[in-house]
């Protein structure tokens, strides 16, 4: 079992950049699949960054080169810098971790798919 918290969201302007923090308690999450994913009113769940099992990084095509996943296994965390932040980045930013060996089916479109996540965070971005 794993609990997830995430933190950092808030309100920024254009341009702007926030740290978002996931806390991971229960079990490891250092050697399963994590990832963050989005959300915003009336669109569907996207995929922002993972990590995979072997320790591969990938990145939706939208926030590729402006979004930076890590992850820091002796505090059982995880984090997304963001940077140049745009109005529609807009959206609750989930953290999620799949321990099983099966997440690594789980591409970064279906990062919503792991097996735990977290109660999210807002981030809204005005122009």
């Known amino acids: 079992q794993v609990q997830l918290v995430e933190s950092g969201g808030g309100a920024v302007q254009a341009g702007g950049s926030l740290r978002l923090s996931c806390e991971a308690s229960?079990?490891?999450?250092?050697?399963?699949?994590v990832g963050w994913f989005r959300q915003a009113p009336e669109k569907e769940r996207e995929g922002v960054a993972r990590?995979?099992?072997?320790?591969?990084?990938y990145y939706g095509d939208s926030v590729r080169g402006r979004f930076t996943i890590s992850r820091d296994n002796a505090k059982n965390a995880l984090y997304l810098q963001m940077n140049n932040l745009k109005p529609e980045d807009t959206a609750m930013y989930y953290c999620?971790?799949?321990?099983?060996?099966?997440?690594?089916?789980?591409?970064?479109?279906?990062?919503?798919?792991?097996?735990?996540r977290g109660q999210g965070t807002q981030v809204t971005v005005s122009s």
């Open positions: 999620a971790t799949d321990p099983r060996p099966a997440c690594i089916n789980y591409g970064t479109p279906y990062i919503s798919e792991y097996l735990y």
């Open positions: 229960g079990d490891s999450i250092s050697d399963g699949c």
């Open positions: 990590i995979s099992r072997g320790g591969s990084y």
